[in-house]
Each structure stands twice: as C-alpha cells, then as structure tokens.
C-alpha cells in the first residue's frame, strides 16, 4: 500500500508565489520506480494533469496553462516531489492532487495512468 500526502495549499494574491509539497511512503517495498504526478480540479470540472516527474527525475512534462510558471522536482531519499507555483493567476479554487504510480521510464500525465493518490491540497488565487 502506498500512501500520498500533499501540503503546502493555501490563500496567495494574484502573481504569487507558493510551493506545494508531497510526500509518499510505502511498506515493505520501494519508491525508487514509481512516477510522480501533479493534477488539478476546479468544482464542476474534471480531473486535468499539471505536472508530472519521472522515476530518476530526469523527464518532466508540464501542461501548456503552467509551463514557465510551474517547476517540478523531487527528492527521491525523502520520497518527496515539490511543485513550485510562480505568477499565479486569478481563476476557480482548485484542489491540487498528488499522484504515484509504477512506472520506471515514463511521465504519464493521464489520470488513469495513476494508482495512488493523496487527498488534495486547496489552492485560492485572490485578484
């Protein structure tokens, strides 16, 4: 079982700044193979993929609304993946997700492609 908790959600201005934290554990088998993703949900809308960092973080995607804006990263002896949010725009609160998965050369975006998720993090842009 694998087990993912997201942090770092909050109130920020428009054109802030915030860094959304990850962490996952898992018993009785390793991490260093699985992926780890970035998705966000306004209400009323669907599931989209942010971001996301391969095993050895040495692949990265972002979707084309972050992209110069959001860097991903990942701490692989803390199990962590960060996601550092800069010039943030005034939209709908979304709910930011944190997602893992087995998957040793790819960076998935999709949701289907994620096994375990973590419970969400709120994210409010003020104007």
């Known amino acids: 079982q694998v087990q993912v908790v997201e942090s770092g959600g909050g109130l920020v201005q428009s054109g802030g700044s915030l860094r959304l934290s990850c962490v996952a554990s898992?018993?009785?088998?390793?991490?260093?193979?699985?992926?780890m993703g970035w998705f966000r949900q306004a209400p009323g809308k669907e599931r989209e993929g942010v971001s996301c960092?391969?095993?050895?973080?040495?692949?990265?995607y972002y979707a084309d609304a972050v992209k110069g804006r959001f860097t991903i990263t990942r701490d692989k002896a803390k199990n962590m993946v960060y996601l550092q949010m800069k010039s943030l725009t005034p939209e709908a609160p979304a709910i930011y997700y944190c997602?893992?998965?087995?998957?040793?050369?790819?960076?998935?975006?999709?949701?289907?492609?994620?096994?375990?998720w973590g419970q969400g993090t709120q994210v409010t842009v003020s104007s």
């Open positions: 960092i391969s095993s050895r973080g040495r692949t990265t």
């Open positions: 898992a018993s009785g088998f390793s991490l260093d193979s699985f992926v």
């Open positions: 997602a893992t998965t087995n998957s040793p050369t790819m960076c998935p975006i999709t949701r289907d492609d994620y096994n375990y």
